[in-house]
C-alpha cells in the first residue's frame, strides 16, 4: 500500500485540479458576461425605441445613451464642420460635425450631421446664421481616440475627438462629452448628407467562448484519467511464464 501511494501522482493531481478549477472559473465568467451583454443589448434596444424627447431631460437620466432627442441648433444648416474619415454601409466617406447652441443646454453639443461619400467635393454652405434648425438625434457616448489613431489634419479627423473637434471649431465653454447623431437632415435639399446613427457595435459571443473553456475542462479530465489508466496498466506486475 506505501508503494502504491508514493506511485500516486500527488503533484500531477494538484496541477490539474488547479487548471480544472481555471477553466471552469472562465466558463462561468463568460456566461456571467453573456448574461450582462444580453441585458445591455436588451437596454439599449427599449432606449432607443422610446420616443423623441427634449435633451435636457434625457441628458439628466442615467440611461441616456441610445435615447432620441430633439434639439434646436441655431444656423446648424449653415453651421461650420469638421470631417470625420469613416465608412457608412461599405462605402469610404466622412461625417460632417458640427456645433449645436441649443438655448435649454447648459454646453454645446457636437451634432454629426451625416455622412459623405468620398467622390463628393461639395459641402454644405457655410455662413453665419441663427435660424432655429429642429433636429431629431440619437445620443451615444463617445469612445476616447485609441492610441493607433492618426492624427488629425486640420480640420479633418480620424478618430472622434470632441475637444479637439471643439478647437478646431473654435467653440468656447463646456462641451456635451456626448455625440448627438442626426436621424434627419439639417439640409434636405442636399441629398448628398446622409443622416444615420451606426449600428451598436455589441456582438455577444460569449456562449462559444463558455462553451470553448467547459470543453477544455472536460478534455483536462478525460486527459488525467486516461493519464491514470495508462500508469495503473504500466505499474502492473507481468505474469511469470509457466
Known amino acids: 500500500m506505501a508503494d502504491a501511494g508514493r506511485r500516486f501522482p500527488w503533484a500531477l493531481t494538484a496541477a490539474a485540479a488547479v487548471l480544472f478549477a481555471v477553466l471552469v472559473g472562465l466558463g462561468v465568467w463568460q456566461v456571467q458576461r453573456m448574461q450582462w451583454k444580453a441585458r445591455l443589448i436588451a437596454d439599449a434596444a427599449a432606449a432607443a425605441a422610446l420616443p423623441p424627447a427634449p435633451a435636457t431631460g434625457v441628458l439628466a437620466s442615467q440611461r441616456a445613451e441610445f435615447r432620441k432627442v430633439v434639439l434646436v441648433c441655431p444656423g446648424l444648416d449653415t453651421a461650420p464642420w469638421v470631417e470625420l474619415q469613416s465608412i457608412h454601409d461599405g462605402q469610404a466617406g466622412v461625417r460632417l460635425i458640427s456645433a449645436c447652441r441649443d ?45 493607433m489613431a492618426a492624427a488629425a489634419e486640420e480640420r479633418r479627423f480620424y478618430a472622434r475627438d470632441n475637444a479637439a473637434m471643439a478647437a478646431a471649431l473654435g467653440i468656447e465653454g463646456p462641451v456635451s462629452p456626448w455625440t448627438f447623431f442626426a436621424l434627419d437632415s439639417s439640409n434636405p435639399d442636399w ?40 500508469r495503473r496498466a504500466t505499474s502492473r506486475p507481468a505474469r511469470a511464464e509457466p
Do not use: C, K, M
Open 103 to 147: 438655448p435649454a443646454l447648459g454646453e454645446t453639443a457636437l451634432v454629426d450631421r451625416g455622412f459623405v461619400a468620398d467622390g463628393i467635393s461639395a459641402r454644405p454652405p457655410v455662413a453665419a446664421s441663427d435660424r432655429p434648425v429642429r433636429i431629431t438625434a440619437e445620443v451615444r457616448a463617445t469612445p476616447a481616440p485609441g492610441p
Open 191 to 230: 441629398a448628398a448628407l446622409q443622416p444615420s446613427a451606426p449600428p451598436a457595435a455589441f456582438s455577444n459571443n460569449h456562449l462559444g467562448y463558455a462553451i470553448t473553456w467547459f470543453g477544455l475542462a472536460l478534455a483536462l479530465v478525460g486527459f488525467y484519467i486516461a493519464l491514470l489508466r495508462r
